[in-house]
Structures are given as C-alpha cells and as structure tokens.
C-alpha cells in the first residue's frame, strides 16, 4: 500500500484530468459502503494523540457507483452531518454522515448530481473537469476549477444541486497559474471578524517570485493578493477557518526519496492581509506509517461537546491503488 499510494500519487500529479461519464441533472440516489478504520496509527493501535489533534474515527467509502471518487473538498453543516462534497469530475455529492456516539459509522442519503454552469449545462460539456475546491456561505457556494482557474458562484440555499454556477471575475495573476496547481482552498472569512465575508482563495503550488505559494483576497473594494511562505516542498491542498478566526492549511508532499506526507499549518487570521506572506507552525504531521491517502479536503465544526472536530476526505484518484478516507480528530488547542 505505502508504494502503490506513493507511486499513484505522483502519476497523478502529472496526469491529466479523465473526462466524467455522463450524469443525469436530477440527482440520483446512490449507496456508500463504509469500513471502519479503527486507528490512525498503524503499528500503535492505541495510539490517539497526533501533535494538536486526537483520533476520532475514520472510514474507507467505496461504493458501486462509477463515478464516485475523486473528491477533491467538503463541507459539513453545523452539527457535523450534511455534507456537500465534490469530485474533480465535476460532480457534487450531498448526503449527512452517520455517527453512533463520537464516531462515524456510515453515510446515509447520499446522491449525485453534476455540476452546473450558468447555460444549465453540466460544466464538463465545455471541458471544465478538475473542481477541487469548495467554500459555502450562509445560502452561497463557491467552487473554484483548476486548470481553467476560474471561481464559479452558486445559489445553492435556492436550487441545491440543480444551481447554476456564476463565473466571478479573475483577480489579476489568477490565469497564470500553473494548468496542475491552480485553486485549491477557497474559504469564506466568518462574520464578525477580519475579513468577513471576503472570499480566500489559495493556490496549489501557483509561486512568486520569491517560491511562495500565490493567495487572493476577492471582494470588497478591490481585490489582492497575498502569499503562504512554502516550506519543505509541502502543497496546498485545502484550508478552512476555525471558530477562533485562525486558518488551518491542509499541505501534502510526495518525493521519490523522501515519501509522501500531509500536514496541517495553522496561520494567524490578522496576518492574511493583502502584500504578506503568511506562515505559521505545523500542528499535526503524518507519512505512510499511519492511515493516510491523497487527502485534499477538510472542514470543521463544534460538536456537541463543544469539541471542534476537524473533518479529512482523501482523493482516490479513482486508482484502484487508493482508497477514499474520511477521518475525524478532535483539535487539541
């Protein structure tokens, strides 16, 4: 598993996008099978502590249906059970997670659909495929494209799924990114604090002139741009905003030599501001030797218990080498 994942990975990187199959408008009704992963650390079962986060529990999700897989980001309401998700084909998932107690135990209500642009055609008809990125506000969803780097803006409280996306206008710098490294974390700034309502947009390994990671701030008066300082040639897969206003950064790594990895960087709120270059410690660190795949999304939510639970979906690649993960940790702050 440790080299099919690692040379899978890096196939992927070099690849190009695989057309999706065609999918109806109107959602259909899918079934996920579930397989429990009962640690994350693989040679210490009992385990639980990983720098700042603790182990919850975690699935392996496959299913019959051909075009689930790829999922590049997701994002969980409130209590942590509705989730919308999408696929680099371009195809949402919505669905809610299932929990008996603390962990999750399955996926229940799930259906897909593909996503649409502003003609009501699915966007894969005029070759936009990698969707890899996702941010909701209140009734609004974003969702940015890779490759032909564009942000596609959905009334989804209205119409969910059936919704047409509404292409945003280019902040400059945007269309130069590189075709496999384009927008990978979109995240809406919380009402009340700096940034509020202000979209994030953070590339995947777009760079600088000084080798750091390309960000945007769009609204407002005008946009900007902004940097994350790249260190130990780490990626950017995905990001999202804690209750606290801080900033969670999902980074992935693959190298011939030295493996493949995932961290996650926590990043000031009141550094984001438009000419910085933004950096901040790695909170949890994880190779092969533990539960890990192509993780490309995460999310967050207060539980009940007034835990904030940090939510990880892994993207397949639709390889038989992979597999789809979806983990829970607790923040340990």
Known sequence: MVVAFAISSFAHAQSVSVPASPLPKSPVSIEIDSRPIPAFDTSDRSRVRFGSLQYRSGLVLTSKYRDFGGLSGLRLDTKGEGFIAISDKGNWFTGRIVYSGQAMTGLADVEAAPILGADGRPITARGWYDSESIAVDGPTVYIGLERVHQILKFDFGHDGVRARGEVLPQPPGMRKLPSNGGLKALVVGRKGMALAGTLIAISERGLDPAGNIMAWLIGGKAPAQFSVRRTDAYDISD?????????????????????????????????????????????????????????EGI???????????????????????????????????
């Not at 961290?263 to 539960?291: C, H």
């Not at 639970?309 to 993207?315: A, I, K, P």
């Open 299 to 333: 999310d967050a939510h207060v539980a009940a218990d007034g835990d904030i639970v940090l939510t990880l979906v892994s993207d397949d690649n639709f390889s038989m080498l992979q597999r789809t993960l979806l983990m829970q940790f607790t923040l340990v702050e």
């Open 239 to 295: 990001a999202v905003q804690l209750p606290s206003g801080d900033v969670l950064l999902l980074e992935r790594k693959f190298s011939l030599l030295g493996g493949a990895g995932i961290r996650i960087r926590r990043i000031a709120l009141a550094g984001i501001v438009p000419g910085a270059t933004v950096d901040g410690p790695s909170i949890f660190d994880a190779d092969l030797g533990f539960e890990i795949d192509n993780f």
